[in-house]
């Protein structure tokens, strides 16, 4: 079955140059050209992804990405300006999942859609049992991408689960951001990017705290980040 794709974005040209590509590596994909209508697809749970550009009129793309994440944690790929950083960290501290900086090829942006399927999409159960990850009062199913905390549903985007996911199985010891990056993004970590920062940064208010108040995930000095095995 092809995933689905909805690309956001008021540049015609660019738009349609992208989904001839993305067409023509198997992607069936839905086009609009502005943020009300990009939100109400988004909304229809038709998506495998969504790709939104910040640039647009009327509902810029961080105002869509907003209004989505009240309802849908459907992964979202940002395009951004080249060195643009602001409205980067703006867009992954509101739910998005990674970004891609404009002007890109297709190919790119094809080869960072597909990293962000590969980790979004569940795992098949074998014979109907699935296997959980408990860390203290995180508890972790990866094959239904679900998460709970002392027993109530975590809301994270498929990007902060599969970060959370990568930490939990390695609980009690430090995860470098570079391997964070490869397996929790699908890529390598590129220089001066921040998007393991702002993700665990938000982690970090979803999660609660250990017994003696500390946040359940802190950052080891030149090692990286660590899930605390209590």
């Not at 990405?65 to 060195?83: A, D, F, H, K, V």
């Not at 569940?122 to 296997?131: E, F």
């Not at 391997?179 to 393991?196: C, H, K, V, Y």
Request: glycine share 8%.
């Amino acid at each position: 079955m092809k995933s689905k794709v909805l690309l956001i974005d008021d540049d015609i040209e660019l738009v349609g140059m992208f989904k001839e590509y993305l067409e023509q590596e198997g992607f069936e994909v839905k086009t609009v050209h502005d943020g009300e209508a990009g939100t109400a697809e988004a909304f229809t749970g038709l998506y495998a992804i969504a790709i939104l550009d910040v640039m647009m009129p009327r509902m810029n793309g961080l105002e869509t990405l907003r209004r989505i994440r009240t309802n849908s944690q459907l992964p979202i790929l940002m395009l951004t300006g080249r060195g643009d950083d602001t409205d980067r960290i703006v867009g992954l501290e509101l739910g998005a999942d990674d970004y891609v900086a404009k002007p890109c090829t297709p190919r790119e942006l094809t080869a960072r859609i597909r990293a962000i399927l590969r980790r979004a999409q569940s795992a098949p159960v074998d014979n109907g049992q699935q296997t959980a990850i408990t860390v203290g009062q995180l508890t972790m199913w990866p094959e239904q991408r679900r998460a709970t905390w002392a027993g109530d549903k975590l809301e994270l985007t498929s990007t902060e689960f599969n970060l959370l996911e990568v930490l939990a199985r390695n609980a009690g010891r430090p995860v470098s951001k570079n391997t964070l990056s490869e397996q929790g993004l699908g890529r390598p970590l590129a220089r001066f990017d921040r998007n393991i920062d702002v993700h665990l940064s938000s982690l970090r208010h979803k999660l609660g705290t250990i017994a003696d108040g500390r946040s359940c995930l802190q950052t080891v000095y030149r090692l990286g980040y660590q899930l605390i095995k209590e």
